[in-house]
């Protein structure tokens, strides 16, 4: 989907406009290499046309395949094709080309030899990553594969060829355990030491294809050794390939093939062909070849150590999906399927151009712990050593890490139960090996040494945790459990910080940093939040560590601060982390770690989670700025005490939510239950006919109590409801009347002693005597407040009392 | 697959005096000595022709006794080795 812009008289190959342009037959199909986000939804963030536009092309570096050859005369090989990095260990002669056959079985060398360096603008198929280096094969894979044929292929012309790629390894089959034998081991040691004029052959290896057999690529004592750069690979989208495996030792990663949907990689092929058949780590191995070919025609002084550096610093998570990201206590990101993520070319050799070489390489071997222990099935076996990182010799004195490697001997039953992880006195967790299902082997692991890069930068002294556990994959015998016979750590570092000699860069380049004037060695002031270890300029970003926390941004630049912002929590390896972005503060990285919230949000009581609206059953409280929860069964409420509206199965009394019982039952509180009303009672609010709420048919309501008939001085009254039902109950009768058939004092149907009736109305009976001396305004008050029934007060009014009215 | 080890007619051998001891051992043990593997100091490549080619045995016969000889400090039968391309 890259449209090139139509060349009229061919295009230089840089051309002066913003895009490169080559006249290769698939350069438009090379997602990996020219694509990146504003083009058509493409992504590739290798940035390997920013280290071109930096004229790195990899001119005056030598590369070899080691594999089963070299398509020499291939039209995009032949320019770059370099006989001295070249040689045919299987037939012992000079001429590395394939042997052809039917099968075109021979045809991976020449594969992955395009990768890297086929040439540009030739009008044939592709263009290689470093297309101005020089290629060369050594054909060593096809005829049989002996540990001599191996040193030989890596140990030839160590002071003329720069970098090793390999794309193959022991049995991918997710039970062997195997890697270099005594003389490859000393090939390797022998580039190392003497390589490129002693500043080490560089060594790129394929990580393996063993995922779909569950393989560890931690049983690949090629991908495990520290000499090795392993490399796995990711597919376009960043997602996880189906043939990855994983393991502690990978380093880095390159785009190779994903599913079939995913775009591929192009390459030369057998027969002078060209092909997107080239897949797995095969493909991967050979593209960071390239992309440290650029960086060291940057910086031909790299030593091999510098070149893991500079991968380790510039390597990037960005858009590759793995469930077990994390961050190291030196801040580096890292992964057990990617490592320290994609390779980033531009940023290779912007940190290449400028490097100074690392402090030299110090070993610590710890002292072996030789206390057998038995490992039990579904148990897990906990080893802890006490590093001192050998501070009693000064040559061996190792206090900032590089590769860390566990030296462990096991016998157990069945190997593929076990699984090992290893936690450095920084917290952070390797998994040096994983259960391997189709690994039945009784050999155990015999002095095997597994590899972590996982630690890089931390500091080595203090308790590292060896953590062994035995997961039966199915049936075993009792009789012979698992036995750690014995471990030791050996740490690989350097006993000064590895950038504190750095003049002027911070730790990394990705972003073009402006010029700044500290290009001398720095000597001055440290920032007051720098740390022991000194700085290299004097502002906050360029402390070699921090006094309190540090911050870590997009660029991977870091810059020492004495408290988190707002918006960031600080975890136990004094990182400033981000919060969730809804939160204002917060305890974690996660939406339900939040302590405060951003404006307009409020924090939900119990789930510490900030969210805008108040959900049921719980109510706003201003004064903390959250949401708290209703009192228990209510479902809606302004406040804690006051419900609007209960769960279903409860009913508002007043403001609170009470179980709804059955009608003739109530709630009782004490009971928490329902219980029976009083016969009287339709409905109730608790016990006894006091506490009727209705009556029941045939009751009537008399006061607060329900009766069948209404009692003396009660009457039976009809009321009318707006919906035009008949409600019965029982009024009180006028004062005047006795008994009545209604209301006032014109119903009486019987009058108290001292009254007569008179047509429906009661008056007094009595005949008064002589004048009183009260009758008048006392008496006319004491009618008035229906208190002539009173005998004392009745003769005391007689008069008054006796008037009707 | 077998996972038997597989013995092949070559060897490496470590010889601090130099290629003409070298030279010298080999013929003295009926070897062909093929030089140094690569670019490993001391360590040169032989190959005993009337040896089995390729073999679940390691070999015996006097050609073993270049084990014994003082100036050889090393010597390794060479074993094939299963390696897949990936």
């Known amino acids: 989907d890259y449209k090139p812009s139509y060349p009229g008289p061919v295009q230089s190959s840089m051309a002066q406009s913003n895009s490169i342009y080559f006249n290769d037959a698939k350069w438009s199909s090379m997602w990996y290499i020219h694509c990146n986000d504003n083009i058509h939804n493409c992504q590739s963030d290798m940035n390997i046309v920013g280290a071109w536009k930096r004229g790195y092309t990899g001119k005056d570096v030598v590369v070899t395949i080691l594999d089963d050859g070299i398509e020499r005369n291939h039209p995009d090989l032949i320019q770059n094709y370099d006989n001295e990095a070249s040689y045919d260990v299987n037939g012992n002669d000079m001429d590395p080309m394939p042997r052809y056959d039917a099968s075109n079985e021979n045809k991976h060398g020449t594969r992955c030899a395009g990768e890297v360096a086929a040439s540009a603008n030739n009008s044939h198929c592709t263009v290689g990553i470093a297309y101005n280096a020089k290629i060369g094969g050594v054909r060593m894979l096809d005829g049989d594969v002996t540990d001599m044929v191996e040193a030989k292929s890596l140990s030839l012309h160590p002071q003329h060829i720069d970098i090793y790629s390999a794309s193959w390894g022991p049995d991918d089959d997710g039970k062997t355990v195997d890697g270099p034998a005594s003389l490859a081991r000393q090939a390797f040691e022998n580039g190392i030491r003497q390589g490129r004029k002693g500043r080490g052959s560089i060594f790129v290896w394929a990580s393996g294809n063993g995922g779909r057999s569950r393989d560890h690529c931690s049983c690949d004592g090629y991908t495990n050794s520290i000499y090795t750069i392993s490399i796995s690979s990711t597919a376009e989208s960043g997602r996880k390939p189906w043939y990855l495996e994983e393991c502690s030792s990978t380093l880095t990663t390159t785009?190779?093939?994903?599913?079939?949907?995913?775009?591929?990689?192009?390459?030369?092929?057998?027969?002078?062909?060209?092909?997107?058949?080239?897949?797995?780590?095969?493909?991967?191995?050979?593209?960071?070849?390239?992309?440290?070919?650029?960086?060291?025609?940057?910086?031909?002084?790299?030593?091999?150590?510098?070149?893991?550096?500079?991968?380790?610093?510039?390597?990037?998570?960005?858009?590759?999906?793995?469930?077990?990201?994390?961050?190291?206590?030196?801040?580096?990101?890292?992964?057990?399927?990617?490592?320290?993520?994609?390779?980033?070319?531009?940023?290779?050799?912007?940190?290449?151009?400028?490097?100074?070489?690392?402090?030299?390489?110090?070993?610590?071997?710890?002292n072996a712990d030789k206390q057998i222990r038995t490992i039990r099935p579904e148990h897990v076996v906990r080893s802890v050593y006490k590093a001192t990182g050998c501070t009693d010799n000064a040559n061996h004195h190792v206090i900032y890490l590089e590769h860390v490697v566990v030296r462990i001997t096991i016998t157990h039953p069945r190997r593929g139960d076990l699984s090992i992880n290893l936690t450095s006195p920084s917290g952070t967790k390797s998994q040096l090996l994983a259960n391997r299902l189709f690994d039945h082997s009784m050999e155990g692991f015999k002095?095997?040494?597994?590899?972590?890069?996982?630690?890089?930068?931390?500091?080595?002294?203090?308790?590292?945790?060896?953590?062994?556990?035995?997961?039966?994959?199915?049936?075993?015998?009792?009789?012979?459990?698992?036995?750690?016979?014995?471990?030791?750590?050996?740490?690989?570092?350097?006993?000064?910080?590895?950038?504190?000699?750095?003049?002027?860069?911070?730790?990394?380049?990705?972003?073009?940093?402006?010029?700044?004037?500290?290009?001398?060695?720095?000597?001055?002031?440290?920032?007051?939040?720098?740390?022991e270890n000194g700085c290299e300029g004097p502002g906050p970003q360029q402390c070699i560590t921090c006094l309190h926390y540090f911050l870590k941004f997009k660029n991977n630049t870091r810059t020492c601060v004495p408290e988190c912002p707002s918006g960031f929590f600080r975890d136990d390896k004094k990182r400033c982390k981000k919060c969730s972005t809804l939160c204002e503060s917060c305890v974690g990285s996660r939406s339900d770690q939040c302590s405060t919230c951003r404006s307009g949000l409020y924090l939900l009581e119990g789930a510490n989670t900030c969210i805008s609206s108040c959900p049921d059953g719980f109510y706003l409280d201003r004064d903390y700025s959250m949401y708290r929860k209703c009192s228990e069964n209510c479902k809606k409420c302004t406040s804690a005490n006051i419900c609007t509206e209960c769960k279903t199965g409860l009913s508002l009394q007043g403001n609170k939510c009470q179980l709804s019982c059955e009608p003739g039952t109530y709630y009782n509180g004490h009971r928490r239950a329902c219980e029976k009303c009083h016969t009287t009672c339709a409905t109730c609010a608790g016990t006894g006919m006091e506490a009727c709420n209705e009556c029941a048919s045939g009751y009537y309501f008399e006061e607060w109590r329900c009766v069948s008939s209404c009692n003396v001085g009660y009457y039976l009254a009809e009321q009318t409801t707006d919906n035009g039902d008949v409600h019965k109950s029982c009024q009180k009768c006028d004062p005047t009347c006795y008994v009545c058939t209604g209301a006032g004092e014109r119903n009486c149907s019987t009058c108290v002693s001292g009254y007569n009736l008179e047509n429906g109305v009661c008056v007094v009976s009595t005949i008064c005597k002589d004048e009183s001396w009260a009758e008048g305004s006392f008496c006319v008050l004491v009618k008035k407040n229906n208190l002539c029934q009173r005998k004392v007060l009745q003769q005391l009014c007689c008069r008054t009392c006796s008037l009707m009215g | 697959p077998c996972k038997a080890r597989i013995y092949t007619n070559h060897w490496a051998v470590r010889i601090p005096g130099g290629p003409e001891q070298a030279e010298q051992i080999a013929s003295k043990y009926g070897y062909r000595n093929l030089g140094q593997i690569g670019d490993l100091k001391d360590y040169y490549h032989f190959f005993h022709s009337r040896t089995i080619k390729r073999s679940t045995l390691s070999s015996r016969g006097t050609h073993s006794f270049i084990s014994m000889e003082p100036k050889v400090e090393w010597v390794q039968q060479q074993v094939v080795k299963r390696r897949t391309k990936r």
């Not at chain 1, 990037?316 to 190291?328: E, Y």
């Not at chain 1, 380049?509 to 007051?528: K, M, N, R, T, V």
Request: charged content about 20%; overall charge negative; aromatic content about 10%.
């Open chain 1, 255 to 366: 785009y190779s093939s994903g599913e079939n949907y995913d775009r591929k990689i192009i390459t030369t092929d057998l027969r002078q062909r060209c092909t997107d058949s080239h897949t797995g780590t095969s493909a991967s191995a050979p593209m960071a070849a390239g992309i440290i070919a650029l960086a060291l025609e940057a910086n031909p002084f790299l030593t091999w150590r510098d070149v893991q550096h500079i991968i380790v610093k510039t390597s990037r998570a960005g858009h590759l999906i793995a469930p077990d990201w994390k961050t190291n206590a030196a801040g580096y990101n890292v992964s057990h399927l990617y490592g320290f993520g994609l390779m980033d070319a531009e940023a290779m050799v912007k940190e290449a151009e400028h490097w100074k070489q690392v402090p030299s390489q110090h070993i610590c071997v710890e």
């Open chain 1, 447 to 531: 002095n095997w040494e597994f590899m972590t890069t996982h630690c890089w930068g931390e500091k080595a002294t203090g308790d590292w945790i060896l953590e062994i556990y035995d997961s039966p994959s199915q049936l075993r015998s009792q009789k012979a459990p698992g036995k750690l016979k014995e471990w030791s750590l050996v740490l690989y570092g350097t006993s000064v910080h590895p950038y504190s000699f750095r003049s002027d860069k911070p730790r990394s380049l990705a972003e073009p940093q402006p010029e700044d004037e500290y290009s001398e060695e720095y000597g001055g002031p440290c920032h007051p939040e720098c740390g």
